[in-house]
């Protein structure tokens, strides 16, 4: 199987582990990552709230130069760059003018038909050889958090339940984990605040993390670098406000399978978190 | 030769701002067969009739065309002016120049030449109009009520008190239908069983109407006045006459735990139950899907102990055909259920229920003998938080409309929970209050005031379950959008309203026109609101929209005027624009060649087969033939007839022909 790759920023920066990790478990489930050629940066969440036109060129022209290289998929494994790229796609789609506006301004021709998709919906289309390539079963409690732009809008991503998500549960189930049903699977973590209101990200992060050990989980799954950044390396801050002393580590779900097809820890990048990856039982 | 007389109508300005209606009726005149063309300002007026009438007689007119607004407002008028002066009604008719012409085109020569043509094309279709009669059928002076709530009482108590006979059927084992789950009513706070169990009574004893509970309408055949209605009683499984409804069989039944539907889920039952203490009638019913006798083929223990021998296992359904004149649909409503919202648990929280459940909690007659207790654990929830409009008005996830009802038993729900937990805590998010209705709003004022329950104007944007209490998170739009977080013990959405499962069969059983919600279709929002668009067929209560008490039983006594109206009368007289296949002096050379396509087309099941047979009795032909009391001159099947046999009377191809080719 050959997919489009889209790594984005955070993957060749903060979360190098993720880039790693999905290269790493891509390697083992035989799946081909052929990079976007050329990629630009697909707006964050910088773009949007400054020029809604840039926000729609940017992944425009990421879209372009996919179909270009003859790719009919591409996978975006961080949840922003996921978000903005689907739905300048599905804009430009439903708006043949603004379609046509975006051929100008990006200097090239572009249909729009590429089809982005997150690292669950890739990762489920190997459910059924998942189980026969287990070495190591990860037989931890698990909370996989999904934040908020890996589910909404629906309207645009038609991916998952939004309020009440299951895919990455059934994922970690298969890599031979628990995963619990607990409050906080689709609530903000503060995002892009991490820098500018660290005490806000504190004060939501640490709600997500005392939600996560309350319910008994040994691990964080998550599936999007910010998610993953703010609960990590976040984590002095969000205890001091919550007064506790969590240690729960927090995986991407790729670290988790990697992990679980016995992957060496170093070639999934575990050893770039901030709260080591170690397991101990959660103090409910 | 036609003598034909056109009345052109300024309508005030409404025409004659656009149209030179002097010019119109100038030229008019020029038209071959008019004898006579004037204009006047108002010609529905005393004066203007008159003018009509006049000329009819002083022209000797063979035809009338009044030159004027929609049909649809005053055909009859008019036909009534004619008819008055001696001439046959169906020979007037009128050109639309309001809608057609006035109304939709600027001042201009081209407009006024638009309506001189109109004129024209009507003139022509009256040179080609008969004389026609109206069509009388007889009345059966029997009403059938479907649905035995409080709308179905009350429409059955005023038909039956007007003298006439009313069949109510009630799909359910008792009547009663949601009111009787109510714990107390908005806005006097009176108990609802108190006002609703003696109107039960006294429609079981009525000697003008019939109970037949646990029954359904199975088929619906005829038209207004002459309707046939099959009813399916389903088997009790029990002997009626001889069951005295002492309930000893419901308290010895081995199955205890089946879900109650009288109190939502929230109570059990037996598999041989009666719904509440208080049905109507009292007698019980076997519930074969959860019975252990009919599951294992062991058990009978109600069998062994009914004193009067009453329980029958081999009983089945019965189908009763009745005739019946007219009908009143009163089936009601059911609201959303809790598991509808991913957002506040998908219904997995126990202790989050939707408003009827919080009725039967309150209720004197509910599993906790209205004690507060919450149903996880039976705990006194100290904090209790209303969620107005789950579901209803909201595009995106429920419905779009209001349910009308919430807003009102929220603050009565809130006000309940503070009466009997002086201490609690009662909070209410709401979008908006809507308490429209009278002493509604001092209803809600009373609440916030005296009874102290908080409102919150924001929506609930989740709600789960932390350490056995509930997290309820939204924002108070009031104070700019703060988030408010609440732990509460028990959390009551106010779920939408919406149409009673199975409307959608039932409408198309009986062809009455349904809404995309399928709340059943008035046949005019205004002025036609018990009507539906199949004549002799009326509504009642929520089952049209969400309505609350009052407004139930006043539509309900509504219908039932209605129907004495209808009932008033030995015959009933409708418009002859129906369906004739054309039947020459000698049926065997009638155009129709029988291929019945007619008949399929029909949407009202008008069209009957005839034979036409020979002297000596042998079949010569088989001809379509229209039923006239069914038909509702809708023009189908003569769109359908390849032979052109079938013509309506007042709308005949000639007519339309010759409209056509005037132009």
Known sequence: MRIGYYPGCSLLGSSREFDESVRALAGALGLELVQVPDWNCCGASSAHVLDHKLSLALPARILAQAEAAGLEEILAPCAACYNRLASARDALDKDPVLAREMEKVIGRPATHKVRVVNILEVLDRFKDTLPGLLKVPFAHKVACYYGCLLVRPAKVLHFDRAEDPQSMDRLAAAAGAAPLDWNYKTECCGAAFSVTRTDLVARLSGKIVADAVRAGAEAILVACPMCQSNLDMRRTESNAYLGADHQIPVLFITQALGLALGIDANRLGLQRHMVPATFAPAAV | ?663
């Open chain 2, 1 to 663: 030769m036609s003598r034909i007389g056109v009345f052109t109508c300024h309508c005030g300005e409404n025409i004659g701002a656009t149209v030179d209606c002097a010019k119109v009726a100038a030229c008019t005149r020029n038209v071959p067969g008019v004898v006579h063309s004037v204009d006047y300002k108002y010609m529905c007026s005393d004066p203007g009739q008159t003018l009509i009438k006049e000329a009819i007689k002083e022209h000797n007119l063979t035809g009338v065309v009044v030159a004027a607004c929609s049909p649809r407002m005053h055909e009859p008028t008019f036909r009534a002016a004619v008819a008055e002066a001696g001439l046959n009604p169906y020979l007037c008719e009128m050109a639309n120049l309001r809608e057609h012409c006035s109304w939709v085109h600027g001042k201009a020569d081209a407009t006024t030449d638009k309506a001189a043509d109109l004129i024209r094309v009507m003139v022509e279709k009256v040179k080609h109009n008969e004389p026609l009669h109206p069509i009388k059928v007889p009345v059966t002076k029997r009403a059938l009520v479907l649905g035995g709530g409080i709308a179905g009482i009350q429409a059955a108590l005023d038909i039956a008190n007007c003298g006439h006979q009313v069949v109510l059927v009630e799909k359910s084992p008792s009547i009663g239908g949601h009111m009787s789950q109510l714990s107390e009513t908005f806005p006097t706070l009176d108990c609802s069983q108190c006002i609703l169990t003696p109107r039960m009574v006294e429609a079981a004893r009525h000697p003008n109407l019939t109970l037949m509970t646990y029954a359904e309408l199975e088929k619906l055949e005829g038209f207004i006045g002459n309707f046939k209605a099959t009813i399916r009683k389903k088997a009790r499984q029990l002997d009626e006459k001889l069951c005295t409804g002492c309930g000893l069989c419901t308290t010895k039944c081995p199955q205890k735990k089946i879900p109650d539907e009288f109190n939502e889920g929230l109570g059990r039952r037996g598999a041989i139950y009666v719904p509440f203490p208080q049905a109507v009638p009292n007698k019980p019913v076997i519930d074969k899907a959860n019975c252990t006798f009919y599951r294992s083929g062991k058990c009978k223990v109600c069998e062994k102990v009914c004193p009067t021998g009453a329980i029958r296992f081999d009983q089945q359904d019965e189908l009763v055909t009745l005739d019946i004149g007219a009908i009143v649909l009163a089936t009601g409503f059911k609201v959303m259920r809790t598991d509808k919202f991913p957002e506040y648990g998908y219904g997995k929280y126990p202790d989050v229920i939707d408003g009827l459940q919080f009725e039967r909690l309150a209720s004197a007659s509910g599993p906790t003998l209205g004690a507060m207790q919450r149903p996880s654990d039976g705990k006194a929830p100290e904090t209790v938080v209303f969620v107005a409009c789950s579901g209803s008005r909201d595009r995106s996830k429920g419905v779009p409309y209001c349910s009308k009802i919430c807003c009102m038993y929220t603050a009565k729900h809130a006000m309940l929970y503070k009466h009997k937990m002086h201490h609690g805590k009662a909070y209410v998010f709401y979008m908006d209050i809507r308490s429209s209705g009278k002493d509604y709003d001092e209803f809600v004022r009373r609440a916030i005031e005296e009874d102290d329950v908080t409102y919150i104007r924001g929506r609930v944007s989740r709600i789960y379950e932390e350490d056995g209490r509930l997290v309820v998170k939204g924002a108070d739009t009031l104070m700019g959008g703060e988030p408010v977080e609440i732990k509460a013990d028990l959390v009551v959405l106010a779920t939408a309203v919406q149409a009673q499962d199975g409307s959608e069969e039932l409408a198309q059983k009986l062809h009455v026109s349904y809404d995309p919600y399928h709340f059943f279709a008035e046949s005019h929002p205004k002025l036609k609101p018990v009507e539906t668009n199949t004549a002799g067929i009326f509504l009642a209560g929520a089952c049209q929209a969400p309505r609350d008490i009052p407004e139930t039983v006043a539509q309900a006594s509504g219908a039932a005027a209605k129907v004495a109206a209808l009932f008033s009368r030995d015959e009933l007289t409708r418009e002859p624009q129906v369906a004739v296949v054309n039947r020459l002096p000698a049926p065997m050379f009638s155009y129709c060649v029988g291929c019945f396509l007619c008949q399929s087309a029909c949407p009202y099941q008008a069209i009957e087969q005839e034979e036409i047979r020979g002297r000596d009795g042998s079949l010569l032909k088989t001809l379509a033939k229209v039923n006239a009391g069914l038909c509702q001159g809708c023009g189908t099947c003569v769109a359908t007839c390849r032979t052109k046999a079938i013509d309506i009377q007042g709308f005949s191809n000639e007519q339309i022909f010759a409209e056509l080719m005037t132009l």
